[in-house]
C-alpha cells in the first residue's frame, strides 16, 4: 500500500553528508565525454524514501517503500521483466499442473543468503507459513496464498518445493514475486513481528549495513550474491518527507533520484541548465488515487452518501491546475491502460447541487441554519487525512473542503507521517484519508475489496461488503479463460463504481528527476522505474562521478 504514497529535519542530515564527503556537494556535474557505454562496477547510489520503512521483515511490509528497500535484500521467487512477464528469480524453472494447483519450483542451486547459508526448500516453505499465519499479519500479500493446500504443500528435496493451493487462480503464478523467502534458521527465533525491523537476512543482492529509523538505510553489494552482481557498490536510502526538499537535494546532488511533482515538471523539466545534469521521466504505471470511506462509520455507511460526497471532487479542475493535464480522470478500481477496464463506466461527476439533493434525500438537512447539514441532532463533520509532505495531496483537500463546505458538510484536514498514517487507516482508525493504491500486474482486486479481507487479514480498510462484489471478485480470480475474465472484471467495475467504497479520483502519471551520473534507469511496462528486472540491479555510475562514497561508508557515531 502506497500513499502513496512522506521534515526539514531531513535537510540538516543532508548537509552533514555533504561535509562527510570530503568535497562541496554543488549542481550535479554534465555529462563528460567520456566512456558512458560500457558499464563500470562500484560506487554508492543514494536514493530517496518519501516514508521510512515500516519493517525490514518482507513478510510484514505494508508500503511501497518496505518493498523498495526489500528488494535489495531479499530475492522473490519470481520476478517481473521490462515487460511485465514472470522471468526466473530465486527459482530458476517451474512446472504447473494440468488443473493449474499445483505449482513445483525448483530453486537456484546456488541460491544462498547473506550469512552464507544455502537457501533450502525448507525455508520456502517456511516464508509460506509465516505468510498465511494470521498472527503473523501479512495484510499486504497474505490475500495471494490464502487458499493454500497446506497439508499437499511439500519439500521434495533441498532444491525442489511444492506449492499446492485448494483452487487455481487465474493470477497466481505472478502472486509468487510477493514471496521474498528468508532463512528459517534466522526467522524462526525470537519475536517474529518486532525483532527484524531493523534487521535482515536475505537472498538478495545487497546485505544490511545499517539502518537508522528515520534518517536512512545503507546496503552494500554481496561479494558472494550467486546470480549476476548489480554494477553499484552501495546503496544509500535516505528518509525525505517533503517532496520540495527532496528536490532541491537532487539538484544539489545530495541524493540522486526523487519523485517530483507536477508543479515542477511543469516549471523546470524543459530548463536546459537541469536537463544537463537531471534525466526526467514521466509514465503511467499501475496506480490511482482516491479517497477511502471508513464503511464502519455511521457518516459513511450509506453508499448515497459516499456517492455525493464524492460528487464534490472537482476532477477537471484538479487535473488542470494541480496536475497541469499530467493526470486522467478514474472511474473505478481498473486503469485504462488495464484489460479488465470498462470503458462504459462514467467518471463520477461533479455536482455539488446534485450531492446536495442526494444528502437531503438520505436524511441530512440545515435544520438550525447554521450553514452545516445535520441528522439525528448531529451535524455532518469528518476528519480527513493527507500525508504530511504531498503538496499536491493537500491541494486537493482544500479544493475538495470548500466544495464540501457549498453543500453543508464541514471536513476538517489532517496531515500526518505516512508511516503513521498508514497504521491508523490499517487499524480502522480514520474517517476518511486521500491515498493510493501501486497495483499488481494482474488486476485481481481480493485483497482490497473483498469482504473477508478487513484488516490485519488484508487491506479492505474501507470495511467494503457487497455480496454481489464478492461473488464476481471470487469467479474473476478462479476463472481461466480470458475472454471470460474480461467480462466478468468489466461487471465488478460497475458494480464498485455504484457502490463507491472509494471515491476514485485521479490516475497521476509519476514523474521522476534521475541524476544523470547514474547510468542506464530505464523505465518498465508499469512498474515504472523499480521493482523489475533487472531494474536498478543494472545501473551503473562513471568512476568520475562517484561523489557519495565517503559519505556512505563513514559510520554513524562519525555523522552526527
Given at each position: 500500500?502506497?500513499?502513496?504514497?512522506?521534515?526539514?529535519?531531513?535537510?540538516?542530515?543532508?548537509?552533514?553528508?555533504?561535509?562527510?564527503?570530503?568535497?562541496?556537494?554543488?549542481?550535479?556535474?554534465?555529462?563528460?565525454?567520456?566512456?558512458?557505454?560500457?558499464?563500470?562496477?562500484?560506487?554508492?547510489?543514494?536514493?530517496?524514501?518519501?516514508?521510512?520503512?515500516?519493517?525490514?521483515?518482507?513478510?510484514?511490509?505494508?508500503?511501497?517503500?518496505?518493498?523498495?528497500?526489500?528488494?535489495?535484500?531479499?530475492?522473490?521467487?519470481?520476478?517481473?521483466?521490462?515487460?511485465?512477464?514472470?522471468?526466473?528469480?530465486?527459482?530458476?524453472?517451474?512446472?504447473?499442473?494440468?488443473?493449474?494447483?499445483?505449482?513445483?519450483?525448483?530453486?537456484?542451486?546456488?541460491?544462498?543468503?547473506?550469512?552464507?547459508?544455502?537457501?533450502?526448500?525448507?525455508?520456502?516453505?517456511?516464508?509460506?507459513?509465516?505468510?498465511?499465519?494470521?498472527?503473523?499479519?501479512?495484510?499486504?500479500?497474505?490475500?495471494?496464498?490464502?487458499?493454500?493446500?497446506?497439508?499437499?504443500?511439500?519439500?521434495?528435496?533441498?532444491?525442489?518445493?511444492?506449492?499446492?493451493?485448494?483452487?487455481?487462480?487465474?493470477?497466481?503464478?505472478?502472486?509468487?514475486?510477493?514471496?521474498?523467502?528468508?532463512?528459517?534458521?534466522?526467522?524462526?527465533?525470537?519475536?517474529?513481528?518486532?525483532?527484524?525491523?531493523?534487521?535482515?537476512?536475505?537472498?538478495?543482492?545487497?546485505?544490511?549495513?545499517?539502518?537508522?529509523?528515520?534518517?536512512?538505510?545503507?546496503?552494500?553489494?554481496?561479494?558472494?550474491?550467486?546470480?549476476?552482481?548489480?554494477?553499484?557498490?552501495?546503496?544509500?536510502?535516505?528518509?525525505?518527507?517533503?517532496?520540495?526538499?527532496?528536490?532541491?537535494?537532487?539538484?544539489?546532488?545530495?541524493?540522486?533520484?526523487?519523485?517530483?511533482?507536477?508543479?515542477?515538471?511543469?516549471?523546470?523539466?524543459?530548463?536546459?541548465?537541469?536537463?544537463?545534469?537531471?534525466?526526467?521521466?514521466?509514465?503511467?504505471?499501475?496506480?490511482?488515487?482516491?479517497?477511502?470511506?471508513?464503511?464502519?462509520?455511521?457518516?459513511?455507511?450509506?453508499?448515497?452518501?459516499?456517492?455525493?460526497?464524492?460528487?464534490?471532487?472537482?476532477?477537471?479542475?484538479?487535473?488542470?491546475?494541480?496536475?497541469?493535464?499530467?493526470?486522467?480522470?478514474?472511474?473505478?478500481?481498473?486503469?485504462?491502460?488495464?484489460?479488465?477496464?470498462?470503458?462504459?463506466?462514467?467518471?463520477?461527476?461533479?455536482?455539488?447541487?446534485?450531492?446536495?439533493?442526494?444528502?437531503?434525500?438520505?436524511?441530512?438537512?440545515?435544520?438550525?441554519?447554521?450553514?452545516?447539514?445535520?441528522?439525528?441532532?448531529?451535524?455532518?463533520?469528518?476528519?480527513?487525512?493527507?500525508?504530511?509532505?504531498?503538496?499536491?495531496?493537500?491541494?486537493?483537500?482544500?479544493?475538495?473542503?470548500?466544495?464540501?463546505?457549498?453543500?453543508?458538510?464541514?471536513?476538517?484536514?489532517?496531515?500526518?507521517?505516512?508511516?503513521?498514517?498508514?497504521?491508523?487507516?490499517?487499524?480502522?482508525?480514520?474517517?476518511?484519508?486521500?491515498?493510493?493504491?501501486?497495483?499488481?500486474?494482474?488486476?485481481?482486486?481480493?485483497?482490497?475489496?473483498?469482504?473477508?479481507?478487513?484488516?490485519?487479514?488484508?487491506?479492505?480498510?474501507?470495511?467494503?461488503?457487497?455480496?454481489?462484489?464478492?461473488?464476481?471478485?471470487e469467479a474473476g480470480r478462479r476463472e481461466l479463460d480470458q475472454g471470460k475474465r474480461v467480462k466478468?472484471?468489466?461487471?465488478?467495475?460497475?458494480?464498485?463504481?455504484?457502490?463507491?467504497?472509494?471515491?476514485?479520483?485521479?490516475?497521476?502519471?509519476?514523474?521522476?528527476?534521475?541524476?544523470?551520473?547514474?547510468?542506464?534507469?530505464?523505465?518498465?511496462?508499469?512498474?515504472?522505474?523499480?521493482?523489475?528486472?533487472?531494474?536498478?540491479?543494472?545501473?551503473?555510475?562513471?568512476?568520475?562521478?562517484?561523489?557519495?562514497?565517503g559519505a556512505a561508508a563513514a559510520p554513524a557515531a562519525s555523522r552526527r
Amino acid at each position: 500500500m502506497t500513499g502513496v504514497k512522506r521534515r526539514s529535519f531531513a535537510f540538516s542530515l543532508l548537509l552533514v553528508v555533504s561535509l562527510a564527503c570530503g568535497r562541496r556537494e554543488g549542481a550535479i556535474p554534465a555529462a563528460e565525454s567520456l566512456d558512458d557505454t560500457t558499464p563500470q562496477d562500484g560506487g554508492t547510489v543514494v536514493r530517496r524514501l518519501d516514508s521510512d520503512v515500516a519493517t525490514l521483515n518482507p513478510v510484514l511490509a505494508t508500503s511501497v517503500y518496505d518493498r523498495r528497500v526489500d528488494n535489495y535484500l531479499f530475492t522473490p521467487l519470481v520476478y517481473f521483466d521490462q515487460n511485465l512477464r514472470v522471468v526466473p528469480a530465486l527459482a530458476e524453472k517451474w512446472d504447473v499442473s494440468a488443473d493449474g494447483r499445483q505449482y513445483t519450483f525448483h530453486l537456484n542451486p546456488k541460491a544462498t543468503f547473506s550469512d552464507g547459508t544455502r537457501v533450502l526448500a525448507s525455508d520456502v516453505i517456511f516464508t509460506l507459513r509465516k505468510i498465511i499465519d494470521p498472527s503473523s499479519e501479512a495484510a499486504q500479500i497474505a490475500s495471494g496464498f490464502e487458499r493454500v493446500d497446506v497439508p499437499n504443500t511439500r519439500a521434495i528435496d533441498d532444491k525442489t518445493v511444492v506449492i499446492a493451493f485448494k483452487d487455481a487462480y487465474a493470477s497466481q503464478l505472478i502472486r509468487f514475486n510477493d514471496l521474498l523467502v528468508i532463512p528459517e534458521h534466522v526467522y524462526g527465533k525470537g519475536d517474529f513481528r518486532n525483532d527484524y525491523a531493523s534487521r535482515a537476512v536475505g537472498s538478495g543482492p545487497y546485505r544490511l549495513v545499517r539502518r537508522e529509523p528515520g534518517r536512512e538505510i545503507l546496503l552494500q553489494r554481496r561479494d558472494d550474491y550467486w546470480l549476476p552482481k548489480p554494477h553499484v557498490e552501495r546503496v544509500l536510502f535516505k528518509v525525505i518527507v517533503d517532496i520540495t526538499t527532496a528536490w532541491n537535494a537532487v539538484k544539489r546532488g545530495d541524493i540522486d533520484e526523487t519523485m517530483i511533482t507536477s508543479d515542477t515538471w511543469a516549471m523546470e523539466s524543459r530548463r536546459p541548465e537541469l536537463q544537463a545534469g537531471i534525466d526526467f521521466h514521466r509514465f503511467y504505471g499501475l496506480n490511482y488515487n482516491y479517497i477511502a470511506w471508513n464503511g464502519h462509520s455511521p457518516l459513511f455507511a450509506d453508499k448515497r452518501v459516499r456517492r455525493a460526497l464524492g460528487m464534490c471532487v472537482d476532477l477537471s479542475s484538479i487535473i488542470n491546475n494541480l496536475y497541469h493535464g499530467t493526470a486522467r480522470a478514474m472511474s473505478g478500481p481498473f486503469t485504462p491502460d488495464q484489460w479488465a477496464y470498462n470503458p462504459a463506466v462514467p467518471v463520477l461527476p461533479f455536482d455539488p447541487v446534485g450531492a446536495r439533493r442526494i444528502l437531503n434525500d438520505s436524511g441530512w438537512f440545515d435544520r438550525n441554519g447554521d450553514g452545516v447539514l445535520e441528522r439525528d441532532g448531529k451535524p455532518f463533520r469528518f476528519d480527513f487525512f493527507v500525508f504530511a509532505g504531498s503538496g499536491t495531496g493537500l491541494a486537493l483537500a482544500q479544493v475538495f473542503q470548500e466544495e464540501l463546505k457549498k453543500v453543508g458538510v464541514t471536513m476538517n484536514i489532517v496531515t500526518l507521517d505516512p508511516a503513521l498514517m498508514i497504521q491508523r487507516v490499517l487499524a480502522g482508525n480514520y474517517d476518511a484519508a486521500y491515498m493510493a493504491w501501486d497495483l499488481e500486474p494482474d488486476p485481481d482486486p481480493f485483497a482490497t475489496l473483498h469482504s473477508s479481507q478487513f484488516p490485519p487479514r488484508g487491506q479492505n480498510f474501507v470495511f467494503y461488503s457487497n455480496p454481489e462484489a464478492d461473488r464476481l471478485i471470487e469467479a474473476g480470480r478462479r476463472e481461466l479463460d480470458q475472454g471470460k475474465r474480461v467480462k466478468i472484471y468489466q461487471q465488478l467495475h460497475e458494480v464498485l463504481a455504484a457502490d463507491q467504497p472509494y471515491t476514485w479520483t485521479i490516475q497521476v502519471s509519476s514523474k521522476w528527476a534521475v541524476s544523470k551520473r547514474v547510468r542506464n534507469v530505464k523505465e518498465g511496462r508499469g512498474q515504472g522505474l523499480f521493482l523489475w528486472y533487472p531494474g536498478e540491479f543494472d545501473w551503473w555510475i562513471r568512476r568520475d562521478q562517484r561523489i557519495h562514497d565517503g559519505a556512505a561508508a563513514a559510520p554513524a557515531a562519525s555523522r552526527r
